[in-house]
Structures are given as structure tokens and as C-alpha cells.
């Protein structure tokens, strides 16, 4: 049976009065002290230091008692309604690797995922009773989880595979740590999996969207003193929309963050924007040469644009909203790569597409 575990929605609480502190009452304190100082200050300035003081003091209580209190385990679980999924995925990729170093219990944990649960090793057998040896592995984006993959209409990329004799597997990860740590994760997780599915397994393909495809790319590389390595059965590796060289709105968060934080009136919003995760810092920059493609693997990248030409002007500067078609291709990276240009769709359009519903038929035959 699948592990019940994660949050409440205490913890959520919890964290929220945590969050409403440092990020509106300070901030509204420091831009309100920043105006009122280019002015030369307001009358009563001691009252309102001592108003902003006591909503500070009351909100830490707050999410300190909260907090003790969730431990107890009392109250519905966080994870219990796809919406609750939705609100933890969502806050693990803007601060999952806060997360894992001060609320433990709240950080999302690297896993294989079915019916909105974590699967353990030891209940592969009865999560997939007709497992096959063909398993293909789908792993979300930033912020995202595995449900983001049942987008319609019409049939999913898994259920399409599933026709065709693979076996899905979504997993879900904390988008908010480190592009390596989660590669270390997925690896560990990929090599477990292997070695407990039901049936010997003979093939693997790995399906990432966005920065799913760099965690996939970043497990390929991790070592491992396995007998049978999980990474000699990778055939495939598909990427949709993902970020190879990095995506311009990553970038624009960070040249935001210290253009405010250039004046006092701005700064407490730069602050804000600081707040953002090791994951969203590393998709400024994506995964260059020193994470090179598994060689026996075929590497199959897709890019979209919203307009219908990739060298339209427009398409060719905005991508598909989020990522560029030379990033997605990751443009010198895969010499050997098969390349796929989607039209008139944006970042999550891929997530469920015709034309990668035909590719996915052809490349995983």
C-alpha cells in the first residue's frame, strides 16, 4: 500500500504566517521607512515601528505554535485533494531547498508517484500489476507535479505508451532544490526501481518537461556501483521545452532582484525576488558540457514557439513563452539529437500535443 505521508495543513499555515511576516510586513515596513526617510520622515514614527513591531511578533507566534501543533499530526493532510498537491508543488519550486533545511515535513521528496501517493520500492509489485520490462519514467517541470502530465484532451503521452507495451511511471521531485541534488535523487530512485520492478526490466525511456529534462540529463551523469546500472538501459531521452542554455525569464528575476535592490524604496521588493530557489537559479544558467548525454542513448529535444515558424520574428525571441527554440535544442550539446519544432502552442501546450503524441510513436517504437 502506498506511504501516507506530508504535510497538514497546519504546517501550511504555519508557513504562511512565517512568509506573511518576512515578506509583507517587513516589506512594507522597510518601504514605508525608506519613503518617509527621502522626505525627511513622518510624525509618529515610533507608533507605527511599535504597530509593525507587535503584527511581526504576533505573526512568528503564530507560526511557531502552528507549527508545534502540526506535529501533532492533527488535521487533514495538505496532500489529500489535488489542489493541496497543487499549493505544495508550487511552493517547493519557489523555496524547496528552504523548505528541506527548516520544515522538513513540508519538502517534497524525490518518489514514484500513483493516486496522488508516494510509491515505496517494496509496493511496485502491486502498484503496477502488469508491469512490462519497457518502463518509461515521466518527470514534471518547475513547480509542477505528476499531475500536470494528464493535460488534455484527448489521450496522455502515458496512455498512448501504454498501448504500445511500455509501462509509465510518473515521479514527482522538489523542483526547488539544486538541478545536481535532484539528479543525485532521481538516479538513487531510478537505480531502486530497476532493481525492484516486478519483471526483469530491458528498456528505459525518460520523458522530462522544462526542468524535468535537466534532472533527467543530471541523473544520466551520477555514478554508480551498481552491478547492472540503471543507466545502461536507457534508450531514449525526450525533453520538451527544456532549458539546456537556460530561460530568459530566469535570468530577468535576477537582473530584477538587484536592479531594486539598487534603492532603499526598492529594495524590500528585490529582497522578495532574492527569496527564489536554488532550482530557479539554475535555470539561468541550464546544464552545459560537463553534463554530457549517456553515449548508447538517443537524444530527442522539442522546442516550441507560439507562432507557427520558429524563424518568425517573434517566435524566435520569445520561444514559447518561457524557453527560446535554441535552448530547448540545446544548440551544441547533442550533436547527435533529433530535433522536433512544435507550432503554435506555448510551454505547457507540450505537455499533451499532437505532433508529440506522433513523434513519441516513431522514437519509442
Known sequence: MAMRTGPTYLDALSLLSEVADQLVVRSVRDTHDAWADRFGGYPGRGIATAVYAGLGLGLRAASTGLGRLAETDLGPRLEDTPRGRFVSSAVNGLIGDRLAAERPRMAIRMAVRSDGRDVPPADLATTFPDATGSVVLFLHGL????????????????????????????????????????????????????????????????????????????????????????????????????????????????????????????????????????????????LAHDVPPLPHARYRLVAATVTTSARHPVGHVVGDLLVRVRSAYGAGLFPDGTVLHVGRTDHFGLLNHPDVHRALREWLA
Not at 538541478?179 to 525518460?206: F, K
Not at 529534462?213 to 556501483?225: E, H, N, P, S, Y
Not at 520538451?240 to 530584477?256: C, D, K, R, Y
Open 143 to 286: 513547480c509542477e507535479n505528476e499531475s500536470y502530465w494528464d493535460r488534455g484532451p484527448g489521450p496522455t503521452y502515458a496512455e498512448a505508451l501504454a498501448e504500445r507495451g511500455w509501462t509509465p511511471v510518473f515521479l514527482r521531485a522538489n523542483t526547488g532544490l539544486g538541478l545536481r541534488e535532484n539528479g543525485v535523487a532521481l538516479s538513487a530512485l531510478a537505480q531502486d526501481l530497476v532493481d525492484a520492478w516486478p519483471v526483469p526490466v530491458t528498456r528505459v525511456a525518460l520523458v522530462g518537461h522544462s526542468m524535468g529534462g535537466l534532472i533527467v540529463r543530471a541523473a544520466g551523469a551520477v555514478a554508480t556501483a551498481a552491478a547492472q546500472p540503471w543507466t545502461a538501459l536507457v534508450s531514449d531521452v525526450v525533453t520538451l521545452g527544456t532549458p539546456h542554455l537556460g530561460a530568459p525569464i530566469a535570468a530577468g528575476i535576477g537582473h530584477g532582484s538587484r536592479g531594486l535592490g539598487r534603492l532603499p524604496e526598492t529594495a524590500a521588493f528585490g529582497r522578495i525576488l532574492d527569496l527564489r530557489s536554488v532550482g530557479v537559479h539554475d535555470l539561468v544558467v541550464g
